[in-house]
């Protein structure tokens, strides 16, 4: 029984095309996580949602819009992806400060 | 400056020997230090947690923080082949906000 689960694991997919990204998790978390990891590992934050709203919002460009319709959900759209859009994106849900539950991934190449 | 600095390795060890593994911060707010696991493929798993100086030990694994220094450790003990992961130092501040480090990829040599 899977805690946190993002949908899909992998996409492939050319520049300029929209994509996304869906999460959930069954752990009652109220907080929910986007990261983005790049090829040499260094995970950046990118969103944070409370009970679906937002609370953390990095300097992510507006092409990625996050939503959050429950607070066991957190999706995000990407719209016009670029090549530097390819990494692996993590959604994370969290009970207490620090103490993450991460998803597998989502692996993103963008051709 | 980045706000937390790991060493990104690799390191290779051989088997049965003590790992050290390091990052450095700046940023005096950060509250509670954490080291996550991530295998290959895999999402990061959080592994120690602590909130305060000192050490802390889990089975064979030791956090160790110092805030006077702005220094965080993880040593692992009797290392394994299944350690061989990438070890992600974290940290949080009371803005929700939980920066990691670049993470540092460890080998364990049977």
């Known amino acids: 029984d899977t805690a946190v689960s993002q949908t899909p694991k992998y996409l492939v997919t050319q520049m300029g095309n929209d994509k996304s990204i869906k999460c959930e998790q069954n752990?009652?978390?109220?907080?929910m996580y986007w990261y983005k990891q790049d090829s040499k590992k260094f995970l950046k934050i990118m969103f944070s949602?409370?009970?679906?709203?937002?609370?953390i919002n990095e300097t992510v460009p507006n092409r990625f819009s996050p939503k959050s319709p429950d607070k066991a959900h957190l999706n995000l759209h990407i719209n016009s992806l670029e090549l530097g859009d390819s990494a692996v994106y993590f959604c994370a849900s969290s009970r207490s400060a620090g103490e993450l539950f991460f998803g597998e991934g989502s692996r993103l190449t963008v051709l | 400056q980045k706000e937390v600095e790991q060493d990104p390795g690799p390191l290779s060890v051989p088997e049965g020997a003590i790992v050290s593994l390091n990052c450095t911060y700046s940023?005096?707010?950060?509250?509670?230090f954490m080291w996550y696991r991530q295998y290959s493929r895999k999402g990061p798993e959080l592994l120690m947690y602590?909130?305060?100086?000192g050490n802390k030990e889990d089975g064979r694994f030791t956090a160790q923080v110092d805030k006077s220094s702005k220094y965080i450790s993880l040593f692992i003990r009797d290392s394994q082949p299944s350690d061989s992961a990438t070890y992600l130092c974290?940290?949080?501040?009371?803005?929700?906000?939980?920066?990691f480090g670049s993470g540092t990829r460890l080998s364990i040599r049977p």
């Open positions: 940023n005096s707010a950060f509250q509670y």
């Open positions: 974290a940290m949080y501040s009371s803005a929700s906000k939980i920066i």
């Open positions: 949602y409370n009970n679906k709203e937002l609370i």
């Open positions: 602590t909130y305060s100086s």
């Open positions: 752990l009652g978390h109220d907080t």
